[in-house]
């Protein structure tokens, strides 16, 4: 747990100095700036380049972790392996840029009153899902590499601040909207071509192409293993994004900005998730290889421990708070606050079944986390064909968070069912008793003269009876050990 743990400490920390950043971005800038359907059309933008990157990626980025630990030796350039990584994926690109192109009229036809606004920057859409291809194709072989910490606050505090400065350029006239836009994309584009200098800073850029790559490990096996990731991340793709695309197409670009900034809020629950994550996987991938399951059991079980610990906390502070949030934004964007809470039971349940997604896809048996994802797209979709019309941006967040709960259980299952792993032990309820007494304690504040001050009671007093619970029933002992450790090192200053 070593690397884990360094790697995790300092993902964690760029993590939430990002969320700081994108509360400012989502509550202090964006909202008051721009309308919702110019912040809509940046989402369906997003939206389209990230599903076309990840049907030009080929798998390549999950194929490129579970492969890597035979590759690697670094006098010897990995073999060429960075080459490989990404040469497939761009000539994948070329094909996909003709079908983005070709069905630039039926996409169109999605958005009626909002066709005009999207074929302005249609052809940049392209643009950002070619630098989002080589960014998510970096990331992975960062990760491979185990340096995870520049890649996390690359996108998590250097794209923020580069999109703030933008909203906020915008704001003071010095950029129309159209100037924001193409800022916008050229911000997000740029983050790929930073990974690559960091990546030749660290010595790890080997772009001479080798045959030697085709001899480590069979072709057919890397291809089909990338096959299989192709259609079960472009499932995820599709449980992920389908919402703001659907929200775009049958309500509006305003009901998308609207759910868009509610999206993001929900999604601060997640960043400590994501900080383990990126380091969980190519552990994972090595656990496999030696055929370690007794360390990859308490690694299941230490992780969905501090998932459970972290977002009970985090979306207590969201959901108790969330009338403060809004209070910041202009009026129009408070429709979202029904779509925050439900995304984020959805979002508290994914943390809190912990890396089993992970387990499978690294797993000999990846092939069945396929079934899983492709099952769930095409229930997302229909989920959102059905409630969307009817409940609007509600039924968006329903549907994901149905999403999201179905997976999960489906995959815990799974993983037990076919391992003999499962993610809970007896301190998990502990916990979870622990975060309703904090959150019932901080929901009992009343209004107290100002929306400020009365965010600043609860979220204090949430803060003071939860780690109070936690220690004193030690339903985590990592909590007592940090807080040790803490105390040793101001003892000695």
């Known amino acids: 747990m070593g690397i884990v743990r ?13 969320l700081a950043l994108g509360f400012v971005n989502t509550v202090l800038v964006l909202p008051k700036v721009l309308e919702p359907h110019q912040i809509g059309l940046t989402s369906v933008l997003v939206a389209l380049a990230t599903m076309f990157a990840q049907v030009s990626a080929f798998g390549f980025g999950n194929m490129g972790i579970r492969f890597f630990p035979y590759f690697r030796q670094r006098e010897a350039g990995h073999h060429g392996f960075l080459p490989f990584l990404l040469g497939v994926p761009l000539l994948g690109f070329a094909l996909v840029a003709a079908l983005y192109l070709l069905g630039k009229p039926l996409v169109l036809s999605w958005y009626d009153d909002d066709a005009a606004l999207l074929n ?28 995870t910490a520049f890649s996390s606050f690359s996108q998590e505090i250097v794209l923020r601040l580069l999109i703030t400065a933008g909203a ?13 836009v193409l800022w916008y994309i050229g911000v997000n584009s740029s983050i790929a071509l930073l990974l690559t200098v960091y990546t030749a800073f660290i010595g790890e850029l080997h772009l001479r192409p080798t045959r030697a790559v085709l001899g480590v490990r069979p072709l057919r096996e890397m291809l089909s293993f990338g096959a299989f990731a192709l259609l079960g991340n472009v499932s995820g793709v599709i449980i992920t994004t389908i919402d703001s695309l659907m929200v775009g197409s049958k309500v509006n670009f305003d009901g998308a900005g609207v759910y868009s900034v509610a999206f993001f809020i929900s999604t601060a629950l997640v960043l400590p998730f994501r900080a383990l994550y990126k380091i969980a996987f190519p552990l994972l991938a090595d656990y496999w290889k030696d055929q370690d399951l007794p360390r990859m059991a308490d ?16 979306a207590l502070g969201i959901a108790l708070n969330l009338d403060f949030i809004f209070a910041q934004m202009k009026p129009a964007y408070a429709a979202g606050a029904t779509s925050v809470l439900i995304l984020l039971a959805g979002r508290l349940f994914d943390g809190i079944t912990g890396v089993n997604g992970l387990i499978v896809v690294t797993s000999p048996r ?14 997302t979709v229909l989920m959102n064909l059905l409630l969307i019309p009817r409940m609007g941006l509600t039924g968006a967040a329903v549907a994901a968070a149905i999403a999201l709960v179905t997976i999960n259980i489906a995959r815990t299952w799974f993983v037990w069912h076919s391992f003999g792993l499962q993610p809970f032990d007896r301190r998990v309820p502990l916990i979870l008793l622990v975060a309703a007494a904090a959150g019932l304690a901080a929901w009992l504040v009343p209004f107290v003269h100002s ?18 619970l936690l220690l004193l029933t030690n339903a985590e002992p990592q909590v007592r050990e940090v807080l040790l450790k803490l105390r040793r090192r101001v003892r000695k200053r």
């Open 6 to 18: 360094r790697q995790g400490l300092r993902n964690t920390v760029i993590s939430y100095v990002g």
């Open 120 to 147: 302005q920057y249609y052809g940049w859409g392209l643009v950002l899902a070619l630098f989002t291809l080589l960014l998510n194709l970096q990331d992975a072989y960062l990760k491979a590499l185990y340096h």
């Open 168 to 180: 906020l350029l915008f704001g003071s006239g010095y950029l129309d909207f159209h100037g924001y």
């Open 299 to 314: 690694f299941y079980q230490r992780t969905t421990r501090l998932n459970t610990l972290l977002g009970c906390y985090l």
């Open 366 to 379: 990846y092939r069945y986390d396929l079934l899983f994802n492709a099952s769930l797209a095409a229930a």
């Open 451 to 468: 929306l400020f001050v009365t965010m600043l009671l609860r979220s204090s007093l949430l803060t003071v009876v939860y780690s109070g």
